[in-house]
T-cell receptor, first 116, second 110 residues
């Protein structure tokens, strides 16, 4: 696609429910990143994919959070048993990530998650 | 020590002035450097990238990189009220995650 696409744009869920957030990166981009941004705060790194593998999962806040990427394209971030502190904007970005060239990461519009 | 440090601001400049935004980073292996602009309620938008020492100009924006001092800056000439936003500095290595600073809020006063 022309840009990084995230869905849904907004999600309101009840505490304790599971949610899935989707990211469709720019076509041909091998690297994909998930970040979280709470209101008025900076970007918090969650996980990084290179192709379908995740060499860096260090930012996932707890075992309630998981992510996968299939076919080197679409990624899904799953939050189980959501808590109110999970409320934030979840941002996805993608980049070419080729060793022979410097790359730029482009963000999707984000998914605003509200846990009530 | 944070990977990327920025002054949170706010930085206030009058319309038409030069805004100077600064960033330092800790990893000497960093190879790529970026500036993003984020309007309130929106996602970050890439405005400049720089990969080698020196200056890079794009319209009213100039990015400056000094790897010896581990310092990146962004100059905005002829600042406009529409430039009012939070500016995020980001660095990365190839095959690694992007490290973001916490951002500097810029206010351009008409």
């Amino acid at each position: 696609g022309a840009g990084v696409s995230q869905s849904p744009s907004n999600k309101v869920t009840e505490k304790g429910k599971d949610v899935e957030l989707r990211c469709d990166p720019i076509s041909g981009h091998t690297a994909l990143y998930w970040y979280r941004q709470s209101l008025g705060q900076g970007l918090e790194f969650l996980i990084y994919f290179q192709g379908n593998s995740a060499p860096d999962k260090s930012g996932l806040p707890s075992d309630r959070f998981s992510a996968e990427r299939t076919g080197g394209s679409v990624s899904t971030l799953t939050i189980q048993r959501t808590q109110q502190e999970d409320s934030a904007v979840y941002l996805c970005a993608s980049s070419l990530d080729e060793i022979s060239s410097n790359t730029e990461a482009f963000f999707g519009q984000g998914t605003r998650l509200t846990v009530v | 020590q944070k990977e990327v440090e920025q002054n949170s601001g706010p930085l206030s400049v009058p319309e038409g002035a030069i805004a100077s935004l600064n960033c330092t980073y800790s990893d000497r292996g960093s190879q790529s450097f970026f500036w993003y602009r984020q309007y309130s309620g929106k996602s970050p938008e890439l405005i400049m990238s720089i990969y080698s020492n020196g200056d890079k100009e794009d319209g009213r924006f100039t990015a400056q990189l000094n790897k010896a001092s581990q310092y990146v800056s962004l100059l905005i000439r002829d600042s406009q009220p529409s430039d009012s936003a939070t500016y995020l500095c980001a660095v990365n290595r190839v095959f690694n995650k992007f490290y973001f600073g916490s951002g500097t809020k810029l206010n351009v006063k008409p």
